[in-house]
T-cell receptor, first 111, second 117 residues
């Protein structure tokens, strides 16, 4: 059983469209990270959200941490082919090495 | 951000041979490193937690004699796939986590594409 469920699992959209990826859990996290991974490479950290309700923007990407610190969303505006990749959320627990990855969302942006 | 270096990025080996993969934290000390396996378009599957100076902790279903882990220093962990078989072909990724205050962030190596022929 995966602690963090992402939806959708796969997403294929046209360039210029908007999209939202969701990361949901029944557990509370001290912080949550979003990563993007391109084929053949390791995941790269995009953002860390720490405070419930927090919203962070990274150019066309908007990240939100749920008020209860159990879920998060990633919204991409005007998607571009360069946004193509696997998006992973990850939640950090409150003690020790607790760190849980989401199920992943594979995004393809078609030119 | 912190840098984790993984080597090699690609390796092809013959069935029955062993392959060693290195993971280094370049600008911070990591008492714990993590080894993942990943299948195409899927999330990361934690294989084991590598602890500096002590035995690694393996996830259920991961053979410790098959995947040998050594964490001899605060900046280096190695994963050795012993007597590799074609079903071991996969993408292997290491990670080290850095705590900044109350936050924990994971940084990843570039990954190693292992092909066993």
């Amino acid at each position: 059983t995966q602690l963090l469920e992402q939806s959708p699992q796969f997403l294929s959209i046209q360039e210029g469209e908007n999209l939202t990826v969701y990361c949901n859990s029944s557990s509370v996290f001290s912080s949550l990270q979003w990563y993007r991974q391109e084929p053949g490479e390791g995941p790269v950290l995009l953002v860390t959200v720490v405070t419930g309700g927090e919203v962070k923007k990274l150019k066309r990407l908007t990240f939100q941490f749920g008020d209860a610190r159990k879920d998060s969303s990633l919204h991409i505006t005007a998607a571009q082919p360069g946004d193509t990749g696997l998006y992973l959320c990850a939640g950090a627990g409150w003690t020790g090495n607790q760190f849980y990855f989401g199920t992943g969302t594979s995004l393809t942006v078609i030119p | 951000g912190a840098v984790v270096s993984q080597h090699p990025s690609r390796v092809i080996c013959k069935s029955g041979t062993s392959v060693k993969i290195e993971c280094r934290s370049l600008d911070f000390q990591a008492t714990t490193m993590f080894w993942y396996r990943q299948f195409p378009k899927q999330s990361l599957m934690l294989m084991a937690t590598s602890n500096e100076g002590s035995k690694a902790t393996y996830e259920q279903g991961v053979e410790k004699d098959k995947f040998l882990i050594n964490h001899a220093s605060l900046t280096l962990s190695t994963l050795t796939v012993t007597s590799a078989h074609p079903e071991d072909s996969s993408f292997y990724i290491c990670s080290a986590r850095k705590r900044t205050g109350l936050n924990t962030e994971a940084f990843f190596g570039q990954g190693t594409r292992l092909t066993v022929v």
